[in-house]
C-alpha cells in the first residue's frame, strides 16, 4: 500500500476483503470507499456472469471531484482516490502489483 500513498494526487487508498471492511487505509473516503467498491464489483461480476465476461478485475470511476481506480484479486480490492485529472497510470500500475502480490500462495497468511 505505501507505494500506492506516495503518489501524486493521492487523497485516500484502500485494501478491503469480500465483506466490504477495510483491512489497510489511507488518507480519506477510505470506509466509505472499502464498503461501496466491494458492493459496486459485486454488482459488475453479476452483470458480467451471465454474458459470459468472466471475472471483473479492475474498475475506474470518474466523479466531479476524485478519480477512483480499483483492481480485485481474489476476494480483496485495493483502490486508490486521485484529485481528479491527475494520470491515474501509476496508480493502476501500483494497484495491478499490489493485486499480484495478493494472489501469490499465501499471501492471505501474511495479513
Do not use: K
Not at 29 to 46: C, H, P, S, W
Amino acid at each position: 500500500m505505501a507505494e500506492i500513498i506516495g503518489l501524486p494526487g493521492v487523497e485516500g487508498a484502500v485494501l478491503s476483503g469480500p465483506d466490504g471492511l477495510s483491512l489497510e487505509s489511507y488518507g480519506h473516503y477510505t470506509e466509505l470507499l472499502a464498503a461501496e467498491l466491494t458492493a459496486l464489483r459485486a454488482v459488475f461480476e453479476r452483470a458480467a456472469r451471465p454474458n459470459g465476461l468472466g471475472q471483473v478485475s479492475r474498475v475506474a470511476v470518474t466523479a466531479e471531484t476524485l478519480e477512483i481506480v480499483a483492481v480485485a484479486s481474489g476476494p480483496y480490492t485495493a483502490a486508490a482516490a486521485l484529485t481528479r485529472g491527475i494520470d491515474t497510470r501509476g496508480a493502476q500500475q501500483a494497484l495491478a502489483r499490489l493485486a499480484l502480490q495478493l494472489s501469490l500462495p499465501g499471501a492471505g497468511n501474511a495479513r
